[in-house]
């Protein structure tokens, strides 16, 4: 994937607290990734993965600390924020037009998780797995240099998988950031993985 | 500015589709059609309740839309997804009441001339109404989208966002009532203040409004 930025791409998190309600679900939490990292934020359901990938895009506030980055960002998540009475094609195109990204790049991004076929489709009509593909191939055709993956491995079949995790080390490879929150383990070689459950600082 | 225009061509193509962009239309006309047959016949009186009552026809019809306009978004991640872009939630809610707007007010402007037709409107309110719910309609979308904001993912949403708008609106219903008087002057020019003043405004509340409700 090309990469638009001219700086390296780094993401630093400095001792933030996140709090839902009267509820303090990430506390002391720092962390730090560049270039080529591929982190695995590990946690049980509830351990605050969600939150803090929030927090690093900025959908959430930050209680204290410090969230720094350079390099644009790309998330994937439960809501695939792609238009239901659209075919997957052209919901896509819509992102891809925002995002600046070329018609091939797109292409790319669509062949690399196998929805070519399923292009025509309404995305309504698309399983679980094929609509999670769908908001993973939007950031990877985004052009973004760090991506946040939220549970990127839900409703994947196995063949799948192992092309998201081709994916994803192509990205590392080619001067990207990964982040990706996940209860289990990921199948790519992670440089750096994050416990959230306890101790809740960087392993 | 482009990005911004697709945002507005979507948020329409979503009122085409979802039935947006007819039902306040449908409303408006029925309220027009079934006003004379609950006063009767009664041609003066038509005459003189009639743009009153196309005023507030107009001003309920833009809340049947309100349930569309910021939710199926807000659950589909959309919102989230344009944030991380970088779009502040001011621009995504201007984008969304120009959209709103033209979807709801251009039809419903559209209509008029068959409403009036429709309730007697005498001829010398006419043109007084049309300039009146012109201005007024973009004040109109905004409380709209606001409310829309305010509300999203609330239970009963729409039940509140009926509650919200009727003293939000009555500036503009008792300026926009005001010009079917015989000099409509002073009121035209109160009721395109009011309405500037709403529309400039609204994308900071609603903002604010989608902010909050995220955390």
Not at chain 2, 123 to 150: E, K, N, Y
Not at chain 2, 155 to 168: D, E, I, Q, Y
Not at chain 2, 169 to 182: H, M, Q
């Amino acid at each position: 994937m090309s990469q638009r930025q001219d700086e390296p791409a780094s993401l630093t998190v400095r001792n933030i607290a996140i709090q839902r309600g009267a509820r303090m679900v990430i506390r002391d939490f720092s962390m730090e990734a560049r270039v080529g990292d591929i982190v695995w934020l590990r946690g049980s359901n509830g351990s605050g993965k969600t939150s803090l990938l929030r927090a690093i895009a900025g959908l959430l506030p930050v209680a204290v600390g410090t969230v720094e980055r350079t390099g644009k960002l790309a998330m994937t998540d439960d809501a695939i924020a792609l238009d239901y009475d659209q075919s997957l094609d052209d919901a896509l195109r819509y992102w891809a037009k925002l995002d600046g990204a070329s018609g091939a790049e797109l292409e790319a991004a669509m062949t690399s998780l196998d929805l070519v076929p399923l292009a025509e489709l309404p995305v309504r009509m698309l399983s679980a797995g094929q609509k999670r593909r769908g908001s993973l191939a939007r950031t990877i055709a985004s052009g973004a240099a760090i991506w946040l993956l939220d549970e990127p491995y839900n409703g994947l079949d196995q063949a799948n998988l192992t092309r998201l995790d081709a994916a994803i080390e192509r990205h590392a490879a080619s001067q990207g950031i990964v982040i990706i929150a996940s209860h289990v383990a990921p199948s790519v070689n992670v440089a750096n993985s994050v416990m959230l459950d306890r101790t809740r600082k960087a392993a | 500015m482009k990005a911004i225009w697709s945002l507005i061509l979507r948020d329409i193509r979503h009122a085409w589709t979802g039935g947006g962009l007819w039902l306040p239309v449908v409303f408006y006309l029925a309220v027009a059609t079934l006003f004379p047959f609950a006063v009767g016949p009664d041609h003066a009186l038509l005459a003189r309740t009639g743009g009153g009552i196309l005023w507030i026809a107009a001003l309920l019809s833009s809340l049947l839309p309100i349930e569309r306009l910021i939710l199926p978004d807000m659950e589909s991640g959309m919102i989230d997804q344009l944030s991380i872009r970088g779009w502040s939630e001011e621009w995504i809610c201007a984008a969304k009441i120009a959209a709103h707007f033209i979807a709801f007010g251009g039809p419903l402007l559209l209509a008029t001339p068959v409403a009036v037709a429709l309730i007697g409107v005498p001829d010398t309110q006419i043109s007084a109404l049309f300039m009146g719910l012109a201005f007024a309609l973009p004040a109109l979308a905004g409380l709209g989208v606001t409310i829309a904001a305010l509300t999203a993912g609330l239970r009963g949403a729409s039940a509140l966002g009926g509650l919200l708008l009727v003293p939000l609106a009555i500036p503009l219903l008792i300026f926009g009532a005001g010009t079917l008087d015989d000099n409509p002057g002073r009121a035209l020019q109160l009721l395109a203040a009011t309405s500037l003043a709403m529309t400039a405004l609204s994308p900071f509340a609603a903002g604010a409004a989608l902010r909050a409700g995220r955390s």
